[in-house]
C-alpha cells in the first residue's frame, strides 16, 4: 500500500509539473510559437503522435513507446489548457467525465450486472450508448454518425461497416461478402474498359470499401492489414534497391525482370513461396 500511495504522489507531482509547464509555454512571456496554435494545429499533431506511438507498439521497444505515449499525453494536456484558458473545462472535467463514462458502461464490473462472454460485454456496452445518444442533438444519435469524421478512409470505412452489423445489417457469411468484392471488381473492369475516369475512381471507392467490409467480416483490421503489406513491400523494394547498387547499378537503369527476380528472391528470403 506504501508503494501505491508513492507512486501516486509521483504522479500528481509530474501532473502538476506538465500543467505548469504548457501554462508557462501559453502565457504571454512563453513561447511565441505555442501561443500562436489552433486546437485546429494541435488536432492534426495529435493525429500524427498517435500514429508514432502505434509504431513504437510495433517496433516492440519499451523506451520508444514511453517516449511517444509521452509526446501523445503533451499534445492532450495541451489541448485541456487551451480549453481552460476560454473557461470551457480543464483536465480534473475531462479525467472525471471518462471516469464516470467508464464506470457507467462496465456495469458487470462496478455494477450488478452479469456477463457470461465477450459478445455480452459488447450487447451491454452499445445498449448504453445508444442510452447516452439520447437527448443530444440529431445527427449525433444516428448510428453511423458516431463514427469520427476525422478518422483514416479505411479505418472509417471500418467502423461504418461495424456500426451497421451492430445492428443487423450485415452479411451471413464471407462468401456473401466475397461475391460481393467479385461483383465490384467486375463493374470496376467494365469502367476501366469506357475509360472513364469519374467512373472509374467510382468503382475504386466501390471495391475498396468492399474489400473494408470483407476484412471486417473475418476480424482483420484493414489499417493493420495496409501497414503491414506496406512494410513487406518497403523491405522488398529496398532489398531491390540494395542488390542493384551492390552490382553498380541504380533502379531506373534495371529492366522489369531483373526487378522482379530480385523481389522473388527476397520474398524467397522470408520464407514465402
Known sequence: MHRIESVKKDLEYEIRELI????????????????????EDIGRYLIDEAYEVIDAIDEGSADHLKEELGDLLFHIFFLAQMAEE?????????????????TRRHPHVFGDKTVNSVEDVKRIWQEIKREERKGKKP????????????????????????AA??????WEKAEEVIEKVEEETAEFKKALSKGNQ????????????SLVNLSRFVKVNPEVAVKTSIKKFVKRFSFIENQLEKQGMSLPGASMGE??????ISKESEGKK
Open 20 to 39: 505548469k509547464i504548457i501554462g508557462t509555454l501559453r502565457s504571454p512571456d512563453g513561447c511565441p510559437w505555442d501561443r500562436r496554435q489552433t486546437r
Open 139 to 162: 445527427e449525433k444519435t444516428r448510428i453511423i454518425g458516431t463514427v469520427g469524421n476525422s478518422l483514416p478512409s479505411l479505418l472509417k470505412a471500418f467502423k461504418i461497416t461495424e
Open 165 to 170: 452489423s451492430d445492428v443487423g445489417f450485415d
Open 259 to 264: 526487378m522482379d527476380r530480385l523481389w522473388n
Open 198 to 209: 469519374e467512373e472509374i475512381e467510382d468503382e475504386i471507392g466501390d471495391m475498396l470499401f
Open 86 to 102: 476560454k473557461d470551457e473545462f480543464d483536465m480534473a472535467d475531462i479525467v472525471r467525465g471518462i471516469a464516470e463514462k467508464m
